[in-house]
């Protein structure tokens, strides 16, 4: 499995675009980079994932460096409730077939007024 | 859309009681998953189907931990002689390709 690091906390001001990085340096050519977050005591919701173009869909921007071994994930305008913790994933690809979400520690993402 | 649904959400038992729990996933989804998440931590893997085949069990805590889905549809998770380690928010999956969609979860304390 590529294994993901991402800082353990971060800040960000109301209204400030939040921008949240991961490192992948072992990322296999076929596998996905997904992002999840977390708020307190609900289930993981899907923000979105991408291959090696960057993506932008109605709640976060990805963007993905060009030899993939590091991903940005972009809340351009970030609001209280943003404020979770982000889930950074590369599933195994195995022969096209995605492997199963294995979720580490994330990034606790602190959106202050 | 109804999304993945679990029941109970809440669950409080006695040490050494079996508990089961629910899943209904997405109707069409064919993939369903099964995590455990402890406090401060991310969601644990447990589990997970193709349809009705349990493709992956290794990662189940203990033999006293047992998943089942039959003809494809909804999923069980049963604990068996419970402990006050298993206390803990049980979440469920499912997918059809890609991304998992996760339930609320159904939060297990073990008194």
């Known amino acids: 499995d590529a294994k993901t690091t991402q800082p353990t906390s971060m800040d960000c001001a109301e209204g400030r675009a939040a921008n949240l990085p991961c490192n992948h340096s072992?990322?296999?050519?076929?596998?996905?980079v997904y992002w999840y977050r977390q708020i307190h005591s609900q289930g993981p919701q899907y923000i979105i994932h991408?291959?090696?173009n960057n993506e932008t869909n109605e709640m976060a921007s990805l963007i993905i460096t060009e030899d993939r071994k590091s991903s940005t994930l972009i809340l351009p305008h970030a609001t209280l409730r943003d404020t979770a913790v982000y889930y950074c994933?590369?599933?195994?690809?195995?022969?096209?077939?995605?492997?199963?979400?294995?979720f580490g520690k994330g990034t606790k993402l602190s959106v202050k007024p | 859309d109804t999304g993945v649904s679990q029941n109970p959400r809440h669950k409080i038992t006695k040490r050494g009681q079996n508990v089961t729990f629910r899943c209904d996933p997405i109707?069409?989804?064919?993939?369903l998953y099964w995590y455990r998440q402890t406090l401060g931590q991310g969601p644990e893997f447990l589990t997970y189907?193709?349809?009705?085949?349990?493709?992956?069990k290794s990662r189940l805590l203990s033999d006293r931990f047992s998943a089942e889905r039959p003809k494809g549809s909804f999923s069980t998770l049963e604990i068996q002689r419970t402990e006050q380690g298993d206390s803990a928010m049980y979440l469920c999956?499912?997918?059809?390709?890609?991304?998992?969609?996760f339930g609320p979860g159904t939060r297990l304390t073990v008194t």
């Open positions: 109707s069409e989804h064919n993939r």
């Open positions: 072992t990322i296999s050519g076929n596998e996905y």
């Open positions: 994933i590369v599933p195994p690809n195995y022969g096209g077939s995605q492997g199963n979400l294995i």
């Open positions: 189907f193709q349809n009705e085949a349990q493709l992956e």
């Open positions: 999956a499912s997918s059809l390709a890609g991304r998992g969609n």
């Open positions: 991408g291959l090696k």
